[in-house]
């Protein structure tokens, strides 16, 4: 079988948990025997092709606006006509298209569009090869894919919403499976009508377990991190407030700012607030830092990999119940509400996170993601159940 991935970013870029878990399928169904291209973006303006770890990546420009993917921040007219272009790049889609010819694959698997836009689908029909899409985010529903903005998370039958959402709904039409990374996102997308002819499910995402060695007797204060970008929607506000209040516990931040002005006032509260920023560092080194976690995550997080990662780690998890990590905690007891979070209750919590508990399989192995997809993948190329177009 050969299958062709699509998704804005791919190794070495990394946004978010997105690109690890597309790198994680691709480099498994590798193994699998499965010929695997991935279409990605880069910031060339040429085709750029190479291959790591037994994939096949065609790096394509994008031919928008500007690149979106970094710190950079641009005017609101800018980004306006960046989005407005991106509800059906033709460019974007003619260059995919032409690849897709040559390539000639048995099955596309979208994930994130942004950049390439919805009109992917539409080429995809065309050229009568079946689709499986994966729901990361709410691209789907709003420009930019959290639908949280000003502090809270915006109401999906809001009129901006609605609009975008009749469009690409409409689009979606053309894909054959539906799958999101959890139950929460794919019931959330079934529910406004995406590809209401297609086959629905969820294959929660790819997490290894991290390998952490450090102990939480070494320690006079108990150490308790963040990571993650730190922005509001992520919490780092809220975070940073219960870090002023329990002055008796030492508190790290992992992560960086984005180009929000808000942002980088957080930034500077949590300096003021005794807070240490780590910046950017690997998730395992982040873990062997800290003795818990605390993620007062805001938005609706569709998964959740930093919970599922710091949960693997036997780090007692605190956050808010919101979007799939709910789902999340009921694999894991140490993963708590975050309202019942205090000192006295987190050392009862690291005592209880025992060596029996450390005896179950890892839900989230990547082998039973692997497994979950080569039968959707297999079902769809067999039954080929093409929305008419």
Not at 1 to 4: E, S, Y
Not at 38 to 51: R, S
Not at 53 to 70: A, H, M, Q, S, T
């Given at each position: 079988?050969?299958?062709?991935i699509?998704?804005?970013?791919?190794?070495?870029?990394?946004?978010?948990?997105?690109?690890?878990?597309?790198?994680?399928?691709?480099?498994?169904?590798?193994?699998?025997?499965?010929?695997?291209i991935?279409?990605?973006?880069?910031?060339?303006?040429?085709?750029?092709?190479?291959?790591f770890?037994?994939?096949?990546?065609?790096?394509?420009?994008?031919?928008?606006?500007?690149?979106?993917?970094?710190s950079?921040e641009?005017?609101?007219?800018?980004?306006?006509?960046?989005?407005?272009?991106?509800?059906?790049?033709?460019?974007?889609?003619?260059?995919?298209?032409?690849?897709?010819?040559?390539?000639?694959?048995?099955?596309?698997?979208?994930?994130?569009?942004?950049?390439?836009?919805?009109?992917?689908w539409?080429?995809?029909?065309?050229?009568?090869?079946?689709?499986?899409?994966?729901?990361?985010?709410?691209?789907?529903?709003?420009?930019?894919?959290?639908?949280?903005?000003?502090?809270?998370?915006?109401?999906?039958?809001?009129?901006?919403?609605?609009?975008?959402?009749?469009?690409?709904?409409?689009?979606?039409?053309?894909?054959?499976?539906?799958?999101?990374?959890?139950?929460?996102?794919?019931?959330?997308?079934?529910?406004?009508?995406?590809?209401?002819?297609?086959?629905?499910?969820?294959?929660?995402?790819?997490v290894?377990?991290?390998?952490?060695?450090?102990?939480?007797?070494?320690?006079?204060?108990?150490?308790?991190?963040?990571?993650?970008?730190?922005?509001?929607?992520?919490?780092?506000?809220?975070?940073?407030?219960?870090?002023?209040?329990?002055?008796?516990?030492?508190?790290?931040?992992?992560?960086?700012?984005?180009?929000?002005?808000?942002?980088?006032?957080?930034?500077?509260?949590?300096?003021?607030?005794?807070?240490?920023?780590?910046?950017?560092?690997?998730?395992?080194?982040?873990?062997?830092?800290?003795?818990?976690?605390?993620?007062?995550?805001?938005?609706?997080?569709?998964?959740?990999?930093?919970?599922?990662?710091?949960?693997?780690?036997?780090?007692?998890?605190?956050?808010?119940?919101?979007?799939?990590?709910?789902?999340?905690?009921?694999?894991?007891?140490?993963?708590?509400?975050?309202?019942?979070?205090?000192?006295?209750?987190?050392?009862?919590?690291?005592?209880?996170?025992?060596?029996?508990?450390?005896?179950?399989?890892?839900?989230?192995?990547?082998?039973?993601?692997?497994?979950?997809?080569?039968?959707?993948?297999?079902?769809?190329?067999?039954?080929?159940?093409?929305?008419?177009?």
């Open positions: 079988m050969k299958v062709a699509i998704n804005t970013l791919y190794y070495p870029y990394r946004l978010g948990g997105a690109e690890v878990s597309v790198q994680v399928l691709a480099e498994s169904l590798v193994k699998r025997n499965v010929e695997v991935v279409l990605t973006l880069h910031e060339g303006n040429t085709l750029k092709i190479d291959t770890n037994g994939v096949k990546i065609y790096y394509l420009p994008l031919l928008n606006c500007y690149w979106p993917y970094n950079n641009h005017s609101k007219i800018h980004r306006l006509q960046w989005h407005i272009k991106d509800l059906y790049n033709k460019q974007m889609v003619k260059l995919v298209s032409s690849i897709l010819q040559d390539l000639r694959p048995d099955i596309v698997h979208t994930n994130n569009l942004s950049g390439f836009s919805v009109g992917v539409r080429v995809l029909r065309k050229m009568n090869i079946p689709t499986v899409h994966t729901t990361r985010d709410y691209y789907l529903f709003h420009p930019n894919s959290t639908l949280f903005k000003n502090g809270k998370n915006i109401d999906p039958t809001n009129f901006f919403v609605r609009l975008n959402v009749f469009y690409k709904k409409y689009m979606s039409k053309d894909v054959n499976a539906f799958i999101g990374i959890s139950k929460y996102i794919s019931d959330f997308h079934y529910k406004f009508g995406f590809a209401n002819k297609g086959l629905h499910g969820y294959v929660y995402n790819p290894m377990e991290p390998k952490v060695t450090n102990s939480n007797t070494d320690r006079d204060k108990i150490t308790i991190g963040y990571i993650g970008r730190l922005t509001s929607d992520k919490g780092f506000d809220d975070y940073i407030n219960i870090a002023q209040k329990y002055q008796h516990c030492k508190f790290l931040a992992a992560g960086k700012p984005d180009a929000s002005e808000e942002s980088r006032d957080l930034l500077k509260k949590a300096k003021k607030s005794s807070v240490e920023i780590l910046g950017y560092i690997p998730v395992e080194e982040f873990l062997n830092k800290v003795d818990a976690v605390l993620l007062p995550i805001k938005w609706n997080e569709p998964f959740g990999r930093v919970v599922v990662e710091s949960a693997l780690a036997y780090k007692p998890v605190y956050t808010n119940y919101v979007g799939g990590i709910t789902e999340i905690s009921s694999f894991f007891p140490w993963v708590k509400d975050i309202h019942s979070f205090d000192e006295q209750e987190l050392k009862c919590t690291i005592s209880s996170v025992t060596q029996t508990l450390r005896d179950k399989q890892n839900p989230f192995c990547s082998e039973i993601h692997v497994d979950n997809y080569l039968k959707i993948y297999n079902e769809v190329v067999k039954n080929n159940k093409m929305v008419k177009a």
